[in-house]
């Protein structure tokens, strides 16, 4: 009577009668090599320092505005700037009854008007140079592209001639037209980029329907195009807003002053109202937080427009 070897395999306990995978042996690991999980658990320190360093550099002078102003005009001289005293809104009173209701609507009106007028000439401008293939949208393309690498401190004495021949010195169209031809050539570039990532057979599909060139702007290209719209109406707005160069040269009146260059009203010949100016500067700077409290979604998409490709 012959004995059959005992059964020395391991049996499955599994329903389906697959056999276990033995792990991979353990081979050596390579020097320096440390362990993925000991990798993650290792604080860069350096990084974290030099985190902090820079919130702290972005947070101090945003403290200090809104410490300032809160304070009387004889403590800011006589207190630490940077330790808060008993807040007053004497400066607000002071910045609000001092034309800031009329600064403020020239700023709207001019950037209202330059953001506008940005963002219709560059549309029409983009959807051309994007769809069309003659020379001429070819041509024009470079022309916006050269227009970025000219600054635009040197073109304010040209511009300041054109202004006063046209008969428009003083006025709040010298703001708003100079404003929209320095911010053209950005925003063609923004909103090209952002227009060649929409399909080819989206155009093609509504050409085959009848649809004419109109239409597909409207219906097609407009839509689309929104979140690259609402960066280049954040961007220019933030730039028409805090413009100091326009009103300087191309206005004299008060009447026609806008916020940034309305901040010299609250300095005398020897001393300023410090407090005043940095409340001014706070009240000016509400309106375009706001602006971006409500476009960062759409400002952050339009910027990564045409970098996935």
């Known amino acids: 009577m ?12 599994g329903s389906t009668g ?4 033995a792990p991979p042996p353990a081979g050596p690991r390579p020097a320096g090599a440390a362990p993925a999980r000991r990798r993650r658990g290792v604080p860069n320190i350096p990084a974290a320092v030099g985190g902090w ?10 403290y200090y ?11 800011y001289y006589s207190t630490n700037p ?3 005293s008993a807040p007053t809104f004497t400066p607000y009173l002071t910045v609000l009854q001092n034309q800031f209701v009329q600064y403020f609507l020239n700023s709207v009106v001019v950037v209202v008007g330059t953001v506008a007028g940005i963002v219709f000439l560059s549309l029409l401008a983009s959807y051309v140079i994007v769809r069309s293939r003659t020379g001429l949208a070819v041509f024009s393309n470079r022309l916006f592209l050269l227009g970025i690498a000219i600054p635009i401190q040197a073109t304010i004495i040209p511009i300041y001639l054109i202004i006063v021949q046209l008969g428009l010195y003083d ?11 320095s911010g053209i050539p950005i925003t063609v570039l923004i909103l090209t980029n952002f227009m060649r990532d929409i399909p080819n057979e989206l155009y093609e599909s509504m050409t085959l329907d009848g649809a004419g060139d109109w239409k ?3 219906t097609l290209v407009l839509p689309l195009s929104m979140p690259a719209v609402t960066t280049v109406g954040v961007y220019n707005a933030l730039n028409s807003w805090n413009n100091f160069l326009f009103p300087l040269i191309l206005t004299q009146s008060s009447e026609k002053r806008t916020l ?12 300023a109202d410090i407090p005043a100016v940095l409340a001014a500067v706070v009240l000016s700077a509400l309106p375009i937080l706001v602006l971006y409290v409500f476009g960062r979604r759409q400002l952050v998409a339009g910027l990564t427009a045409g970098f996935g490709k």
């Not at 697959?18 to 995978?21: A, K, L, S, Y």
């Not at 006025?171 to 031809?181: N, S, V």
């Not at 940034?260 to 001393?271: I, M």
Request: positive net charge.
């Open 2 to 13: 012959s004995t059959r070897p005992a059964d020395t395999r391991p049996h499955s306990t």
């Open 18 to 21: 697959t056999r276990p995978t």
């Open 53 to 62: 360093l820079w919130l702290a550099v972005i947070i101090v002078p945003i």
């Open 65 to 75: 505005i809104a410490i300032t102003s809160t304070k009387p005009r004889e403590d």
């Open 82 to 84: 940077l330790v808060p």
């Open 171 to 181: 006025t709040l169209a010298a703001l708003i037209l100079p404003g929209i031809a």
């Open 216 to 218: 597909v702007f409207r």
């Open 260 to 271: 940034p260059l309305s901040l010299w009203t609250y300095q005398g010949e020897f001393q």
